[in-house]
């Protein structure tokens, strides 16, 4: 996090939790490792879903988006940050 400002992970993030909401940080976890290049590090994948939670939170965090029971989902500021209308 930055000054408040959120970093390149946490958009992406916030863009998976607006397109797919509610979004559980299990689910989050698989579509931000999904995203990424293949790596031949084995532990790659599973680190990049451990973030998830991590991202999420900074995201309520800076107002972006709230956990529901069901998931997380984008606030008004956080889906006017990343032009998300879903």
Excluded: K
Excluded at 53 to 66: K, M, S
């Amino acid at each position: 996090m930055s000054d408040g400002h959120p970093t390149a992970a946490q958009r992406e993030a916030l863009r998976l939790i607006c397109h797919h909401e509610p979004l559980d940080a299990e689910r989050l976890g698989r579509y931000l490792a999904a995203a990424r290049r293949p790596s031949t590090n084995p532990g790659f994948a599973s680190a990049i879903a451990r973030a998830a939670g991590p991202l999420a939170w900074r995201l309520w965090a800076q107002g972006f988006a709230v956990e529901t029971r069901d998931g997380w989902t984008a606030t008004p500021n956080g889906r006017a940050l990343i032009d998300c209308d879903r």
